[in-house]
């Protein structure tokens, strides 16, 4: 690369890095709030909530990076062109197409920083993050074993523990279960305990019995027992890990989802396989943001006031490259092999770069005032 080539690449590389970390900040913060109640109302300490907000991290980085990278081209070339920068470097014979190689060098840059986020990073903590929630939600029982309190862990559910002794057992415990239709069911236990299952938390109960009442002839049916598992799954909801969501898989698997892949996530291969052609057509439309700012200021000339008219028309060519996509999306969801929509929106944003590039390069037209 020339001189002139990295200087303006190590603009938009350090313009970009200042608006990433501010925007990331803000959003993170936004995002950060709700989870913070969500956290800290459910018992979690401070440490679970870093841990959930880094988790978040990626997917926040992922939505701002384009943004910030568009944000980076115009306030670099507003300024290059008030200082008269690339005036210069045009009048000694650059074009269009030859300054903007150190913005599609970013671009590149970009995309490439956008398909390891999407690819890996964005996956890698959605998966985290659900397990991390499954862990989570099983230590929220923990906030219904109150001693000497009634506890209500669900609809039509009643928990009593008269003491919990400091080596963790339930003496003397009462569960009212009076969710069925058919029958209520009342446990009493002279202790139990509380286990971690593999389909949720299990409590175990010993030397109790089970009152069965039918609501049909109120008749009372007594078993006693001398331990007896109970599954708090159906109990507590959140308890047992959902299957896999899309976001949370590899790109090959999306690609090429096998059926047992069908049958976890519940979706059919063609929106599979758009979820994964969204990872390419999103890095890719990412490249070309960079590009569409820079190449409209091209189009005006040097301004001590600014190209504001070109930044306008920069941001309205950004919204119809969005309006691009998101009618490419709806498109793709309603026809066989419509994946290949997700692919207009990058198409267009390279093409309205370029075309603008092209345009800037013509002769500019002198008024009648200026030439007299």
Avoid at 107 to 116: F, N, P
Avoid at 217 to 222: A, K, N
Avoid at 337 to 355: D, E, H, Q, R
């Amino acid at each position: 690369m020339s001189r002139f080539d990295r200087y303006l690449l190590s603009q938009l590389l350090g313009t970009f890095g200042f608006f990433a970390l501010v925007l990331v900040a803000v959003y993170w913060v936004n995002r950060a709030v709700g989870l913070f109640d969500q956290l800290i109302g459910d018992g979690q300490t401070a440490l679970v909530f870093v841990e959930f907000s880094l988790l978040t991290l990626p997917n926040v980085i992922r939505l701002v990076l384009p943004i910030a990278a568009f944000a980076a081209a115009l306030a670099v070339t507003n300024r290059l062109m008030q200082e008269s920068e690339l005036v210069v470097m045009q009048a000694t014979g650059f074009s269009g197409f030859r300054l903007a190689r150190p913005v599609f060098a970013f671009g590149v840059i970009l995309a490439l920083m956008m398909l390891i986020l999407v690819h890996i990073l964005v996956p890698a903590s959605r998966t985290a993050m659900v397990s991390r929630q499954a862990e989570i939600s099983q230590n929220v029982t923990a906030r219904y074993l109150t001693s000497g309190q009634f506890t209500h862990p669900s609809k039509g559910v009643t928990l009593y523990i008269r003491e919990i002794s400091p080596t963790g057992e339930l003496l003397d415990m009462f569960l009212a279960d009076d969710r069925s239709s058919t029958d209520r069911v009342t446990y009493t236990a002279r202790r139990a305990l509380f286990a971690r299952g593999d389909s949720g938390p299990k409590l175990i109960m010993f030397d109790g019995m089970a009152q069965t009442m039918a609501r049909s002839d109120r008749r009372l049916s007594v078993t006693r027992f001398a331990d007896f598992t109970y599954d708090l799954a159906g109990l507590l909801t959140g308890f047992t890990r959902p299957g896999r969501q899309m976001g949370e898989l590899s790109t090959y698997d999306l690609l090429w989802p096998s059926p047992a892949i069908m049958t976890e996530t519940g979706k059919t291969p063609e929106a599979l396989r758009l979820e994964g052609h969204s990872r390419f057509s999103e890095p890719l439309t990412a490249m070309g943001a960079p590009l569409i700012g820079f190449a409209a200021l091209l189009l005006g000339a040097f301004s001590r006031f600014g190209l504001w008219r070109q930044i306008g028309v920069a941001i309205g060519m950004l919204i119809v490259v969005q309006g691009i996509g998101t009618v490419a999306t709806n498109l793709s969801s309603q026809s066989p092999g419509g994946w290949m929509f997700l692919y207009a929106s990058p198409v267009a944003a390279l093409a309205m770069g370029g075309a603008t590039l092209f345009w800037s390069q013509r002769p500019r037209r002198i008024s009648r005032a200026v030439a007299a």
